[in-house]
Every structure is written in structure tokens, then in C-alpha cells.
């Protein structure tokens, strides 16, 4: 019979999980998909990568973003965000100062929690940018019917 697992157990579990790192492009696949409801092939090859670059730009906004360096997993500092660019999809950073960062991910859980963020940023964006709807006809401030 197998042995229950307790409640901190479980929990432990689930916080070393949310805490694994995942590709980043792999990350902004999803962001792209959810945002857009775009599937992977909605879009040709060249296209699909730029919204992938985009994708991985604006997460880039809202949770950190690490990449591998001699075996250790490592944040890429705020400052090289700030002023670098995305390419292939969110696989590589090229910083201003010319250092560019491969291996690239963010963790499981800012994924989740970064993607709420932007679909709310998405949502504002689009009620700004919608065109306002006309006020009926004899709704004028002079016109009382």
C-alpha cells in the first residue's frame, strides 16, 4: 500500500516545482497564444518567431529572466534589460554593452503570474484604444425629449 504523502510534503513538492525553470521562448509561446489566441500556425515561420521576440520582450517587463553561465542558473540584471533586445524568438539577449546571454528562462511561477499581468496590460490597452461608442440620438446635454 502506498504511503500518504502530508500536506508539507506536497507543498514542498509544489514549490520546487513553481520554482523549475523553463525556456524562455517556450514561455513566450505560451504569453503569445494567450494574449493573442494565435496558434502556432496562424502565422508564417518569420512572423511567428518577431511575436515570439515580442512575447519574450514584454515578459522580460514583468518577471526576472535568467540565463545559464558556466553551470550556475543566473538573473540577467535589470540594467542589460533595460537596454538590450530580444532575438530568435526570445533564445538570445543581446545587452547594450554588447554581452549577449543565451540559454535563456524565467520560473514556472512568474511565468503564471507575469501572464496575468500582461493580459492585464492587454485588456487596459484595448479599452483605451477601442473607439468609444456614439451617445444615442436626443441624448444631448440641450435635447430633453
Do not use: C, W
Not at 529572466?65 to 538573473?75: D, T
Request: charged share 25%; glycine share 6%; no cysteine.
Amino acid at each position: 500500500m502506498k504511503k500518504r504523502r502530508s500536506h508539507e510534503e506536497i507543498q514542498a513538492a509544489l514549490l520546487a516545482s513553481q520554482s523549475k525553470p523553463v525556456k524562455l521562448r517556450v514561455a513566450a509561446s505560451l504569453v503569445h497564444s494567450e494574449l493573442t489566441r494565435q496558434g502556432r500556425f496562424s502565422l508564417r515561420a518569420p512572423e511567428y518567431i518577431q511575436a515570439l521576440t515580442q512575447s519574450a520582450a514584454e515578459l522580460a517587463q514583468v518577471v526576472d529572466i535568467y540565463h545559464v553561465m558556466n553551470g550556475k542558473l543566473l538573473r540577467v540584471p535589470e540594467e542589460e534589460l533595460a537596454n538590450g533586445s530580444f532575438a530568435d524568438g526570445g533564445n538570445l539577449f543581446r545587452a547594450a554593452t554588447g554581452q549577449v546571454y543565451k540559454s535563456l528562462s524565467v520560473r514556472r511561477i512568474d511565468v503564471l503570474e507575469g501572464l496575468e499581468l500582461l493580459r492585464a496590460a492587454h485588456k487596459a490597452i484595448t479599452a483605451a484604444t477601442a473607439p468609444q461608442e456614439a451617445a444615442p440620438a436626443g441624448a444631448e446635454a440641450g435635447n430633453r425629449g
